[in-house]
């Protein structure tokens, strides 16, 4: 599976963008998604997750209620909708995805569930 993630760029704060993440080398969506970040000098963090077959989904508390997460299976394509952008969400932006089964979302928060990784896309806030 290849994971790449676009939709990246600079934005002003308060404004938003919408990050997507296409999967190609499976015929079938991932169990579960997630959508990690790094900021300059920080450990990636998590950002939201999702238990696509329980129809669950869940964020972190810098982002609930600013950010979404979403998938259109027929276009194998997870995005990641963020409104109200502040400059501390700049940071390059990962699509992860596990494939060999579902796992709730809480599970899902933790890179190591993932095996399968996009190479980021780079988000800028100015303030």
């Known amino acids: 599976v290849q994971l790449q993630a676009s939709g990246g760029g600079l934005v002003q704060a308060g404004g938003s963008l919408r990050p997507s993440c296409a999967a190609s080398g499976r015929p079938f969506s991932a169990y579960n998604t997630g959508w990690f970040r790094r900021a300059p000098g920080k450990e990636r963090e998590f950002v939201a997750a999702?238990?696509?077959?329980?129809?669950?989904?869940g964020y972190s508390d810098s982002v609930k209620g600013r950010f979404t997460i979403s998938r259109d299976s027929a276009k194998n394509t997870v995005y990641l909708q963020m409104n109200n952008l502040k400059p501390e969400d700049t940071a390059l932006y990962y699509c992860?995805?596990?494939?060999?089964?579902?796992?709730?979302?809480?599970?899902?928060?933790?890179?190591?569930?993932?095996?399968?990784w996009g190479p980021g896309t780079l988000v800028t806030v100015s303030s």
């Open positions: 992860a995805g596990r494939y060999s089964g579902r796992v709730n979302w809480g599970s899902a928060r933790r890179e190591t569930v993932h095996e399968y």
């Open positions: 999702a238990d696509w077959r329980g129809g669950n989904i």
